[in-house]
């Protein structure tokens, strides 16, 4: 009888170990996703900053481009001034490149996941938005560009003149990125 009583007792032992066990892995399993989400909210947090900033200096140098460079292309000065457009327009890709590099992060992080902080859920929702205007802004303004290359081209073709412009070649054409059916930015 004895035998039974310590028998039973070590099993019930065994059990209260076992499940004791059992909740603590749970318990430091739970903390350790719970430390990956901060962490990751951290990591949305801090690429959005630099996200932001960065749409920061497209607008600005968007601003530029229209003031100093677009907004002074004439048919007079279009072939003399060509090379220098062209590259500021390949500086304005390039911006748009870096920003695409930010929503490449972005999507990792942000794809289906639903974050405890509203702040950050309104990051991952908003920077496909930004996103998609920056794009459509973009692919607004060389195509405006080449329409005025393309009219200068038929102009210089009618008074029979060889100084002919090349369009702008970009990668880009317009998108919609959030998916919502609208392409935002598309003038």
């Not at 900053?49 to 530029?64: L, N, P, Q, V």
């Not at 289906?112 to 938005?129: D, G, L, R, S």
């Not at 200068?152 to 073709?157: A, R």
Request: hydrophobic share 35%; aromatic share 14%.
């Amino acid at each position: 009888m004895n035998i039974r009583k310590i028998a039973y007792g070590l099993l019930c032992l065994s059990l209260v170990m076992i499940f004791s066990g059992s909740f603590s892995s749970f318990i430091i399993n739970l903390q350790n996703d719970h430390q990956k989400v901060v962490r990751r909210m951290d990591d949305v947090s801090g690429v959005f900053e630099g996200f932001s900033t960065k749409i920061t200096i497209f607008e600005d140098f968007r601003d530029e481009l229209y003031t100093e460079v677009l907004g002074n292309v004439y048919y007079d000065t279009m072939y003399v001034t060509d090379e220098m457009v062209k590259s500021k327009l390949s500086e304005y890709e390039d911006i748009v490149d870096d920003i695409g590099n930010d929503v490449k992060r972005l999507d990792g992080w942000c794809g289906n996941v639903y974050y405890p902080q509203a702040t950050v859920n309104n990051m991952c929702i908003n920077y496909k938005v930004i996103y998609e205007q920056v794009v459509n802004y973009y692919v607004t303004d060389i195509n405006t560009y080449n329409e005025n290359v393309q009219k200068y081209n038929e102009y210089q073709k009618a008074i029979s003149s060889n100084l002919l412009v090349e369009p702008f070649q970009t990668k880009y054409d317009f998108i919609d990125y959030n998916a919502d059916n609208e392409f935002s930015g598309k003038e």
